[in-house]
């Protein structure tokens, strides 16, 4: 009966280093979900900060009557002229 109780020992023993080694790839994927989410959120603001600037940069200015000066879009002031911030 000696040798029914070592094989089920044996047998436990592997079980107990499967598991270990899935916690260890769990815990893996896990810290590759959350940089992966973390660089999700970055983009997400990075593009609704973008949508805002070209949105502001983008709206529509009336064309200005014979001898008014025109006004130039948010951030472009200056550019035909050689110069930028």
Do not use: F, K
């Amino acid at each position: 009966m000696g040798s029914l109780l070592e094989e089920l020992a044996r047998r436990g023993a592997a079980v107990r280093q499967r598991i270990e080694e899935i916690r260890e790839r769990i815990a893996e994927l896990n810290g590759l979900l959350e940089a992966e989410e973390d660089q999700l959120a970055r983009l997400v603001i990075t593009r609704e900060t973008v949508d805002g600037v070209l949105g502001e940069a983008a709206q529509v200015v009336e064309e200005p009557a014979a001898g008014e000066r025109s006004v130039e879009p948010a951030g472009t002031a200056g550019r035909r002229h050689g110069w930028e911030w």
